[in-house]
């Protein structure tokens, strides 16, 4: 603590210039995964929303690793947060083009998989072609999420973006409620239903955009964040937002300071660590939960 | 008797095309107040369409007017202010608590910071009391029979209080005893000053109900009158296919269909 506030010499140096932005990166970018996470599960009225669900990290991914691998732009310049919010754009819009205004949960799940799919082979497509296996290599890392290195220059790019999309999705957090009567209903109450689509869409590609641009690929915390507070806010998908943040910010968080501490000779990557725990947690979900899915197969 | 009450609801040429066909064809019609108006036809004759072009939630040609202003000129929240309207199934997507989905009713009252006014409390009680709901407040609507989620989502459209209710099939998948309790609270709303337009598929309960039937056909309205005119045996042979006859219950005359033509 003291380090932090006056220290001098190398443990000021640590706390201030390493520990200290890769912790406020790390709070910063759960609380986006959060947030994002419930709010497409507001907008689909689907527990089981993710943004890794549709391809939009996987987009996300694709279109930063093409500039860096293309030496397009340097890693810490802006060009790689746009070209992550332009995959992600595209990857979400696509899958509401696709899965319709109904957005039945087999058809949103069937684009959102091809979506993801094509973003995996769209990354694999750019390392295949990548100028050097250096760079190739440097995608591969970069791609399992982590926030090893990163410094305050790699927050002063995000942050805008983050706040952007944490402003429009908090905007559109009362249209989630009326929405959990379906899309007419909630129109018929005054809900405009297409603003609320495009402030999703586009809140949730400068977020995931800027998130995925400086973190690589970090799954699943966008859905157990909001899973995890559900109870305690009495399924409200529009008061467990920031909740939902919160939860993302400490998972992340906690998962960070796990691979630092976790002895070994490589750091394990923070992608790899939230995979490893959500894939499990998201199967859990969907065994206690397969008697509503199956019971509900054309909402 | 309802020649003096005034006219909250005025659709003129109304027309919704999808994919090309007319879907709805050139309908004019009218709600007044104090009125319970029954909308039925065979499935497919257009009548969820027209309903939905008149609560504005699909684009249509013509004209509508409520309160004589046309509906194009209000805001969202002036028009969900205005007509409340309540879909059909009675679906609800989360396990909200019943409370919670009846306070959305009052979503179109709500000011910037979504803070719930003494009015909006008292509407939502009123529209719990009215339709019986008050026991089932605290659970979640996913949790509820059939019978008690049509109750709950008609309590969410009352808690509006807008002076226009449409309502898609209200009765649909209840037991008699709910039709009727649903089809007297329909009727109340209207006798309280407000119009209810209703899509009912049972015409028994539409001749008992309603003060005025509109048969549609194929995208038109056929028949516009009192039930005993608007669904005569021979009306309801040309446009339903049935063999129908009209039997007196002592409360009145009621259809009965009795074979398909």
């Given at each position: 603590?003291?380090?932090?506030?006056?220290?001098?010499?190398?443990?000021?140096?640590?706390?201030?210039?390493?520990?200290?932005?890769?912790?406020?990166?790390?709070?910063?970018?759960?609380?986006?995964?959060?947030?994002?996470?419930?709010?497409?599960?507001?907008?689909?009225?689907?527990?089981?929303?993710?943004?890794?669900?549709?391809?939009?990290?996987?987009?996300?991914?694709?279109?930063?690793?093409?500039?860096?691998?293309?030496?397009?732009?340097?890693?810490?310049?802006?060009?790689?947060?746009?070209?992550?919010?332009?995959?992600?754009?595209?990857?979400?819009?696509?899958?509401?083009?696709?899965?319709?205004?109904?957005?039945?949960?087999?058809?949103?799940?069937?684009?959102?998989?091809?979506?993801?799919?094509?973003?995996?082979?769209?990354?694999?497509?750019?390392?295949?072609?990548?100028?050097?296996?250096?760079?190739?290599?440097?995608?591969?890392?970069?791609?399992?999420?982590?926030?090893?290195?990163?410094?305050?220059?790699?927050?002063?790019?995000?942050?805008?973006?983050?706040?952007?999309?944490w402003v429009m999705l908090g905007m559109t957090a009362g249209a989630f409620r009326a929405?959990?009567?379906?899309?007419?209903?909630a129109?018929?109450l005054g809900v405009n239903?297409?603003r609320t689509?495009?402030a999703?869409?586009?809140?949730?590609?400068?977020?995931?955009?800027?998130?995925?641009?400086?973190?690589?690929?970090?799954?699943?915390?966008?859905?157990?964040?909001?899973?995890?507070?559900?109870?305690?806010?009495?399924?409200?998908?529009a008061r467990?937002m920031l909740?939902?943040?919160?939860?993302?910010?400490?998972?992340?968080?906690?998962?960070?300071?796990?691979?630092?501490?976790?002895?070994?000779?490589?750091?394990?990557?923070?992608?790899?660590?939230?995979?490893?725990?959500?894939?499990?947690?998201?199967?859990?979900?969907?065994?206690?939960?397969?008697?509503?899915?199956?019971?509900?197969?054309?909402? | 008797?309802?020649?003096?009450?005034?006219?909250?609801?005025?659709?003129?040429?109304?027309?919704?095309?999808?994919?090309?066909?007319?879907?709805?064809?050139?309908?004019?019609?009218?709600?007044?107040?104090?009125?319970?108006?029954?909308?039925?036809?065979?499935?497919?004759?257009?009548?969820?369409?027209?309903?939905?072009?008149?609560?504005?939630?699909?684009?249509?040609?013509?004209?509508?007017?409520?309160?004589?202003?046309?509906?194009?000129?209000?805001r969202l929240r002036e028009r969900a202010r205005?007509?409340?309207?309540?879909?059909?199934?009675?679906?609800?997507?989360?396990?909200?608590?019943?409370?919670?989905?009846?306070a959305l009713?009052r979503h179109p009252h709500a000011d910037a910071f979504a803070r719930t006014s003494p009015a909006d409390?008292?509407?939502?009680?009123?529209?719990?009391?009215?339709?019986?709901?008050?026991?089932?407040?605290?659970?979640?609507?996913?949790?509820?029979?059939?019978?008690?989620?049509?109750?709950?989502?008609?309590?969410?459209?009352?808690?509006?209080?807008?002076?226009?209710?449409?309502?898609?099939?209200?009765?649909?998948?209840?037991?008699?005893?709910?039709?009727?309790?649903?089809?007297?609270?329909?009727?109340?709303?209207?006798?309280?000053?407000?119009?209810?337009?209703?899509?009912?598929?049972?015409?028994?309960?539409?001749?008992?109900?309603?003060?005025?039937?509109?048969?549609?056909?194929?995208?038109?309205?056929?028949?516009?009158?009192?039930?005993?005119?608007?669904?005569?045996?021979?009306?309801?042979?040309?446009?339903?296919?049935?063999?129908?006859?009209?039997?007196?219950?002592?409360?009145?005359?009621?259809?009965?269909?009795?074979?398909?033509?």
């Amino acid at each position: 603590m003291a380090a932090l506030v006056d220290g001098d010499g190398i443990p000021g140096i640590i706390v201030r210039d390493i520990r200290l932005p890769r912790t406020l990166l790390a709070g910063l970018i759960g609380a986006t995964f959060g947030l994002t996470g419930a709010a497409l599960q507001g907008l689909l009225r689907n527990p089981l929303a993710e943004p890794a669900l549709f391809g939009a990290p996987q987009a996300a991914a694709a279109c930063a690793s093409l500039v860096i691998a293309f030496g397009l732009a340097g890693a810490t310049s802006f060009a790689v947060p746009l070209a992550g919010i332009a995959g992600t754009l595209v990857a979400i819009g696509s899958l509401l083009a696709i899965a319709g205004r109904r957005a039945s949960l087999t058809v949103t799940m069937l684009a959102g998989l091809a979506l993801a799919s094509f973003g995996g082979a769209a990354i694999a497509l750019i390392l295949n072609l990548a100028p050097n296996p250096h760079v190739a290599l440097e995608i591969a890392f970069w791609l399992l999420g982590s926030l090893q290195d990163r410094s305050y220059d790699h927050l002063a790019i995000a942050l805008p973006f983050m706040i952007g999309s944490w402003v429009m999705l908090g905007m559109t957090a009362g249209a989630f409620r009326a929405l959990t009567l379906g899309e007419d209903a909630a129109a018929s109450l005054g809900v405009n239903i297409n603003r609320t689509r495009q402030a999703v869409v586009v809140g949730t590609a400068f977020g995931i955009g800027a998130c995925v641009a400086i973190a690589g690929a970090i799954s699943f915390v966008g859905l157990v964040a909001p899973h995890l507070v559900r109870r305690a806010v009495g399924s409200d998908p529009a008061r467990g937002m920031l909740p939902a943040a919160l939860t993302g910010a400490a998972l992340v968080l906690a998962a960070d300071i796990g691979v630092r501490l976790v002895p070994g000779p490589v750091e394990i990557k923070l992608g790899v660590v939230t995979a490893m725990i959500g894939v499990p947690f998201f199967l859990a979900m969907i065994f206690s939960e397969r008697r509503l899915l199956e019971g509900n197969p054309a909402s | 008797m309802m020649a003096a009450a005034a006219t909250l609801l005025q659709a003129e040429a109304v027309t919704v095309k999808l994919g090309g066909a007319s879907v709805v064809d050139d309908v004019s019609l009218s709600l007044r107040a104090r009125e319970l108006v029954a909308l039925v036809g065979p499935n497919g004759a257009g009548k969820t369409t027209l309903m939905r072009a008149l609560a504005q939630l699909l684009p249509s040609s013509g004209s509508i007017e409520i309160n004589g202003r046309p509906l194009q000129s209000l805001r969202l929240r002036e028009r969900a202010r205005a007509i409340a309207y309540l879909p059909q199934g009675h679906v609800f997507h989360w396990p909200m608590p019943v409370a919670a989905v009846v306070a959305l009713g009052r979503h179109p009252h709500a000011d910037a910071f979504a803070r719930t006014s003494p009015a909006d409390r008292t509407a939502v009680r009123r529209a719990l009391r009215a339709t019986a709901t008050e026991e089932l407040a605290a659970r979640r609507v996913t949790t509820l029979s059939g019978g008690e989620r049509a109750r709950v989502a008609l309590a969410r459209a009352l808690a509006t209080e807008a002076p226009i209710l449409f309502a898609d099939e209200p009765t649909a998948s209840l037991d008699p005893r709910h039709q009727l309790l649903v089809m007297e609270l329909l009727r109340r709303a209207a006798r309280s000053g407000g119009a209810v337009l209703a899509i009912l598929h049972d015409l028994t309960l539409a001749a008992r109900f309603a003060d005025r039937v509109m048969v549609m056909d194929g995208g038109r309205i056929v028949a516009n009158g009192l039930p005993t005119d608007a669904l005569n045996p021979a009306q309801l042979a040309k446009v339903f296919g049935v063999d129908a006859v009209s039997v007196d219950t002592g409360e009145g005359f009621v259809p009965i269909a009795r074979r398909p033509l």
